[in-house]
């Protein structure tokens, strides 16, 4: 079965502070990993894919196939980051898997 | 290009009632699909079609209609609404999965359904 797991329904963090928003996994085979994000009266977008290995918005991600983690990390927190953030899956199907989100909050 | 567009943006209905959320995109995508966005649960999976003519049940199917008669329009049938059905519905749509491009998939604005 696949399923994505997002243990923290809401992270604050001060601006200027790390950030850190915890994904993870269950799938037998090699999944492609994203992180899609919404802005407040947003639609969703994505945000980053694992096999892209890029930086976006200061946001990287690292997929740990031996802890089957998919971490969100950011040095630097800014107040523009404040959003809701989704972990998803996709196995060999064609369909995504999404997890329950975590709702960033970037104080000031 | 308007990208996914959705309508209505907000519907409120009564037990028993059907109605149609109406989903469109004008990328030529392939891979259409209908979300449910419920508070601690994420986005689940109802309806997903890869093609026109083709059509397959997701995650939470039950009181839920699609058809795909055309690529560019997908749209939700609810049946008999019931308040277990008070959500956010969001649409989206990729490229199909052997095409380069298919890694992102681009959603509407979503619509807000209360039922009553």
Not at chain 1, 37 to 53: A, C, N, P
Request: net charge positive; charged share 20%; proline share 5%.
């Amino acid at each position: 079965a696949q399923r994505v797991t997002q243990p923290e329904k809401l992270l604050s963090v001060f601006k200027g502070a790390p950030v850190e928003l915890k994904c993870n996994y269950s799938y037998s085979g090699s999944p492609e990993l994203f992180w899609y994000v919404q802005y407040s009266r947003q639609r969703l977008q994505l945000l980053l894919r694992h096999i892209s290995r890029e930086s976006i918005k200061g946001f990287t991600a690292d997929l740990n196939k031996g802890e089957t983690s998919f971490h969100l990390k950011k040095p630097f927190a800014q107040e523009e980051d404040s959003a809701m953030y989704y972990c998803a899956l996709r196995g060999y199907g064609q369909n995504f898997v999404f997890g329950p989100g975590t709702r960033l909050s970037v104080l000031p | 290009n308007a990208g996914v567009t959705q309508t209505p943006k907000f519907q409120v209905l009564k037990t028993g009632q059907s109605m149609t959320l109406q989903c469109a995109q004008d990328m030529n995508h392939e891979y259409m699909s209908w979300y449910r966005q419920d508070p601690g649960m994420g986005l689940r999976l109802i309806h997903y079609s890869v093609g026109a003519g083709i059509t397959d049940q997701g995650e939470v199917p039950n009181g839920y209609n699609v058809s795909r008669s055309t690529t560019e329009d997908f749209p939700l049938r609810l049946l008999s609404a019931a308040p277990s059905q008070t959500s956010v519905y969001f649409c989206a749509s990729s490229y199909s999965r052997d095409r380069a491009q298919a890694d992102t998939q681009y959603f509407g604005p979503g619509t807000r359904l209360t039922v009553l």
